[in-house]
């Protein structure tokens, strides 16, 4: 159980346009999913907290309206990276929390690679 | 603040135990999380500890956490080639419904 499914797993497009990746909980509802970036060979940042059904929780330094996030059911949260430039060329990752029970923990996507050209 | 530390590199023969460390420096995390990366993979979860636990073990992999010195270890017996992958500490205030701190990662290298 505790399956999260990120789409796509990689992506390559032209500096413009604007991407967006899905993260979805398979098997659970999620009432908290989380968005990461990780640079090669360092360790995750955490970009966003987003809770179902309301604005998204932003860390000091990201951008929200460059990165857009919509949480819009207990399963489904997106994030579209708006106008992408190379600087936003990263690893993005997702993670779920099952809702309703505090001490499980956040399980993760298999990431997003993204490279604007 | 909240930081939390790790050794960047470990290389182990086949076999042998691996032990990774981590410190923290936030008395006040509550959980604690160990977390495996594989090459352009995301994060699986190999296990936590909750705070007030000095010790959990499951199969092949134990956890040792010594709140007093804020210092928790992941032990792999048998390290296999399998385990090869980059090793994420990671602490959180209240449960997985918080953010994550994470570590910036220990490189396991098994070698023959």
């Known amino acids: 159980g505790a399956v999260v499914s990120q789409h796509p797993s990689w992506v390559i497009c032209k500096s413009g346009t604007s991407v967006k990746i899905e993260c979805r909980s398979l098997d659970f509802q999620a009432t908290t999913m989380f968005w990461y970036r990780q640079f090669p060979k360092q360790s995750l940042m955490l970009m966003a907290t987003?809770?179902?059904?309301?604005?998204?929780?932003?860390e000091q330094g990201v951008e929200k309206d460059k990165f857009l996030i919509n949480h819009a059911s207990l399963t489904l949260s997106t994030l579209t990276v708006t106008s992408a430039h190379p600087e936003d060329s990263s690893f993005y990752i997702c993670?779920?929390?099952?809702?309703?029970?505090?001490?499980?923990?956040?399980?993760f996507g298999d990431g997003t690679r993204l490279s604007i050209l | 603040g909240e930081d939390v530390e790790q050794s960047l590199f470990l290389s182990v023969r086949e076999g042998d135990s691996s032990v990774i460390n981590c410190t923290y420096t936030d008395s006040s995390s509550t959980y604690l999380y160990w977390y495996k990366q594989e090459p352009g993979a995301g994060l699986q979860l190999l296990t936590y500890i909750f705070s007030n636990m000095d010790m959990k073990q499951d199969q092949r992999l134990t956890v040792l956490l010594n709140k007093k010195d804020k210092h928790l270890s992941l032990r792999i017996a048998d390290t296999q080639t399998g385990d090869s992958a980059i090793y994420f500490c990671?602490?959180?205030?209240?449960?997985?419904?918080?953010?994550?701190?994470f570590g910036a990662g220990t490189r396991l290298a098994v070698h023959p």
């Open positions: 993670s779920a929390h099952r809702g309703g029970q505090g001490n499980q923990p956040q399980h």
């Open positions: 990671a602490e959180s205030m209240a449960g997985g419904y918080n953010k994550l701190i």
């Open positions: 987003s809770n179902e059904g309301s604005k998204a929780t932003y």
